[in-house]
Nanobody
Framework: VQLQASGGGLVQAGDSLTLSCALS????????MAWFRQAPGKEREFVAV????????YYADPVKGRFTISRDNAKNTVYLQMNSLQPEDTAVYYC?????????????????WGQGTLVTVSS
């Protein structure tokens, strides 16, 4: 399984950005998909997760109401729509896949990781 994340960049506070992550090598619909992020000097933290049907979604508290995770199983792609971005959202964002229909929110429960895409939010 390979995950390819894209869409990061430099934006200003209040702007929006959409990240994409394409999965190849296996049946995408079998996997729960998530986004994590890692800011400089900090641990990688959970951002959002979605199950294979899209019917089970969870967000970390700091992004609730601002970020939206979605997936297109026909395109083998998961998205993270980020609105009202703030400087504290600056991080490398990683997509992750879990071989399960059940969602999870901890790093150790995910089986595959993308290479990360950098999001920088200036004030």
């Amino acid at each position: 399984v390979q995950l390819q994340a894209s869409g990061g960049g430099l934006v200003q506070a209040g702007d929006s950005l959409t990240l994409s992550c394409a999965l190849s090598g296996r049946t995408f619909s079998s996997y729960a998909m998530a986004w994590f992020r890692q800011a400089p000097g900090k641990e990688r933290e959970f951002v959002a997760v979605i199950n294979w049907t899209g019917g089970s979604i969870y967000y970390a508290d700091p992004v609730k109401g601002r970020f939206t995770i979605s997936r297109d199983n026909a395109k083998n792609t998961v998205y993270l729509q980020m609105n009202s971005l703030q400087p504290e959202d600056t991080a490398v964002y990683y997509c992750a896949a879990r071989r399960s229909i059940v969602v999870a929110t901890t790093k150790s429960q995910f089986d595959y990781w993308g290479q990360g895409t950098l999001v920088t939010v200036s004030s």
